[in-house]
């Protein structure tokens, strides 16, 4: 294990190639701190939501962090959501316009260029883990039920250095949410809305075996998505968005 460095009150642990910086904390959640970082060049088992694959290429930023004990369980999703308007931030920076597809995506231009993945567990005691994968200079295909495909920061503005991110990444952070018994997502919930992938368009919401239709209005306080549909606002705490095809006439 390489030997860690400090960033702002952060331990960073940085790694050529781990399985999972998600799986890499889970192992050590015990023996590690609060504001605890692996950074991984490259990762051979990655993983997204919904059991997914995340293809990790060198080049790309593969990040979790740790945070012990764990916020309010409650505000788990608004944790993951502030951590995708950050980085929309980054890349608004360079001029990039970049939107947040609820539960906790970031699109450019149409394509996926990062993802984010949230755990929690209360043994031995309370922690909490977010994951981010950004995809730097390349734009990995990505497997099974995605219906976006993939871009990479490097098509639509220079990007930046893992370890650069990190640190850009982690000031914003700290600076966005100093409380972890405040909601992060107080304060911004207008720059949110002003980013939200699909705002007023049509969406289907896949969650698990149903599928919802209707436009998309708004993201609440607790992250949970509301949509307009024919039967009026429903809420929804998890499940998929995918647009609507447009109707061949
Ligand atoms: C998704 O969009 O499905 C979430 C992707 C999360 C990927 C990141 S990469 C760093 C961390 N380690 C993992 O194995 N997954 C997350």
């Known amino acids: 294990m390489a030997k860690p460095y400090r960033l702002n009150n952060w331990l960073i642990f940085a790694e050529e190639s781990v399985l999972s910086t998600q799986k890499w904390l889970r192992k050590?959640?015990?023996?590690?701190?609060?504001?605890?970082?692996?950074?991984?060049?490259?990762?051979?088992?990655?993983r997204g939501r919904s059991g997914r694959e995340w293809r990790s290429p060198v080049g790309g930023f593969y990040t979790s962090f740790l945070l012990k004990p764990s916020p309010p369980i409650v505000l788990a999703p608004c944790v993951s959501l502030l951590a995708a308007v950050i980085l929309t931030r980054l890349l608004k920076q360079q001029g990039m316009q970049a939107?947040?597809?609820?539960?906790?995506?970031?699109?450019?231009?149409?394509?996926?260029?990062?993802?984010m993945i949230a755990e929690a567990g209360s043994f031995p005691e309370s922690w909490f883990i977010l994951g981010i994968g950004v995809?730097?200079?390349?734009?990995?295909?990505?497997?099974?039920?995605?219906?976006?495909?993939?871009?990479?920061?490097?098509?639509?503005?220079?990007?930046?250095a893992a370890d650069e991110l990190l640190q850009n990444f982690l000031i914003e952070f700290d600076s966005s949410w100093s409380n972890r018994e405040d909601n992060p997502l107080d304060g911004i919930t207008e720059e949110l809305d002003s980013i939200l992938w699909q705002k007023g368009e049509q969406v289907t919401l896949s969650g698990g075996l149903d599928t919802f239709q209707g436009f998309v209005s708004r993201i609440n306080r607790d992250g949970s998505l509301v949509l307009l549909t024919d039967s009026g606002e429903r809420q929804f705490v998890s499940g998929e968005l995918l647009t609507v095809p447009e109707e061949r006439g």
């Open 28 to 46: 050590r959640v015990a023996e590690l701190s609060d504001r605890t970082v692996i950074l991984a060049g490259t990762q051979t088992s990655g």
């Open 135 to 160: 995809n730097l200079t390349e734009a990995p295909f990505i497997p099974k039920r995605e219906f976006l495909p993939a871009g990479s920061w490097a098509e639509f503005g220079d990007a930046p």
């Open 99 to 115: 939107f947040v597809k609820w539960p906790n995506d970031v699109i450019v231009e149409g394509k996926k260029v990062a993802g």
